[in-house]
Each structure stands twice: as structure tokens, then as C-alpha cells.
């Protein structure tokens, strides 16, 4: 038999390497690598960093409304993400989120009339991304880069903004309608974000987006059925989008 103090020695070496052994087991569990598939769920708030143009008149007469203008509310939603891991650092990603509410108000020489209208926003977005750290590690910061394809649905303006039209057009209010039409655009998105793993399939991630979107809202309006005018104005709406998700890993 040995001396105790090589029994000792030898009783460390085999802990050290059983630790080592789990250790290593432990990371592997929690690998992101080329294949894995991750798909997310959870809260997207987006803030419109927001500014318009006045609203112009194109026709029959081209005229300007002086001093006015209009701004963009905030709006949350249910987001989905689904992500394809290239190798252990990057990925692709697709993201939609279920198509917001956004509520336009008057501002400037428009401010009294209040709401102007509302829309719904549809814009997936795909994302190449690049993830910092190990793919063993369980926090890895991530950047992202790509594009979306914005278009809107559901537009409708309130009773206040088109009395407000038929009144500059000089024509009665109960005989005139006026519907609107907003641009649809691709549009650059930035991203900057974490992720966090709880074992080899849950986790959670946090990350803020950045969309350089513009659109302009083109407006008819119509008397007894008949077109006597169109309006239009420019909205430049740039929103920041927080997104914060559970995530499931395969």
C-alpha cells in the first residue's frame, strides 16, 4: 500500500478530473451549435422615435396646412422569433410580432382635433446574427443586422380629422368621406441583445431593435362618391423596439 499523503494526492487527481469531466458535460449540455434550431415567444414594445411632415393638399389646389403635424402612439404586441444556429456563432433569424395597434395624433395646428386614425403595422423581419462567448457559455451577448418589410392594414381615420378636411375643402362633412393609404417599405434593422440558457432547452434573451422607417399616409377624399381632393403627409417613425422572450432550443 501506498504512503496516506500519495493516497492523498491520488484521491485529488481523480476528484480534480471527475470535476473537470462534469464540468465539460455540463457545457456540452448547454451548446448552441450548427443545426440547432430556437424558437422564442414573448413581449415586444414598440416606441416610435417620431416626426412628420405638414399635411399638403395635392389636389385640385397644391396648398400646405400651416403649422401642423402629427406624432405616433406606442404600441405592445406578442412577438415570435425563430432562429437557426449556422455554427456555434452564427445564426439566422426571423421575427414577427402579431400586428400592432398604432393610433395617430394631430399636433401643431392639428393638436384640437386629437386622434387622427389608426393602423396595424405587419413587418417580419430577418436577422443575421453573430453570439459572443463559448457556445457552452450560458450568457452570450449577441449583435444583429438585417432588413424588414413594412406594410399596414386596417387603416381608418376618426370623424374629427375628416370634418376637419371636408371644412378646408369648403364642402359638408355628412356628404364626404375621406379614407387613407400607407406607404409600404423595406426598411435597415440593428440589433443588440443577450441571451441567457436555464438548461439545454429553456433560456430567455433580451434584445433592442432599431428600424430607420419612413412612410407617407396618402388621403382621398371623395364627395358623394365622387374624388375632389387628395392630401398626404410624411411620417418619419424610426421606432425602438424592445423584445424580451422565453426561448425553447432543438
Do not use: C
Not at 378646408?168 to 368621406?177: K, N
Request: proline fraction near 6%.
Amino acid at each position: 500500500m501506498g504512503s496516506p499523503s500519495l493516497i492523498i494526492e491520488m484521491t485529488k487527481t481523480k476528484l480534480f478530473a471527475l470535476a473537470a469531466v462534469a464540468a465539460l458535460g455540463s457545457g456540452s449540455a448547454l451548446a448552441q451549435k450548427a443545426g440547432d434550431w430556437q424558437v422564442g415567444a414573448g413581449w415586444f414594445h414598440l416606441s416610435p422615435q417620431d416626426s412628420s411632415g405638414a399635411l399638403t393638399f395635392t389636389a385640385p389646389v397644391p396648398a400646405v396646412v400651416p403649422g401642423s403635424g402629427a406624432s405616433v402612439s406606442n404600441s405592445d404586441t406578442l412577438g415570435l422569433n425563430a432562429t437557426y444556429f449556422i455554427d456555434s456563432h452564427w445564426a439566422v433569424e426571423g421575427v414577427l410580432g402579431v400586428p400592432p395597434k398604432f393610433k395617430l395624433y394631430g399636433s401643431g395646428t392639428l393638436g384640437p382635433i386629437g386622434e387622427l386614425g389608426q393602423a396595424r403595422q405587419w413587418s417580419p423581419t430577418i436577422l443575421a446574427k453573430y453570439y459572443f462567448n463559448d457556445g457552452n457559455a450560458q450568457f452570450r451577448p449577441y449583435v444583429g443586422l438585417g432588413g424588414t418589410y413594412v406594410w399596414y392594414s386596417d387603416v381608418k381615420l376618426t370623424p374629427g380629422l375628416q370634418g376637419a378636411l371636408a371644412s378646408r375643402i369648403g364642402i359638408p362633412a355628412a356628404v364626404s368621406t375621406t379614407t387613407a393609404d400607407l406607404d409600404s417599405s423595406f426598411a435597415p434593422v440593428a440589433n443588440v441583445g443577450a441571451a441567457y440558457q436555464f438548461d439545454k432547452h429553456w433560456g430567455m434573451s433580451f434584445s433592442v431593435s432599431y428600424i430607420r422607417l419612413s412612410t407617407t399616409a396618402k388621403l382621398t377624399t371623395t364627395a358623394l362618391g365622387v374624388p375632389v381632393a387628395t392630401s398626404e403627409a410624411k411620417l418619419k417613425l424610426n421606432p425602438i423596439v424592445p423584445y424580451l422572450a422565453l426561448t425553447y432550443t432543438f
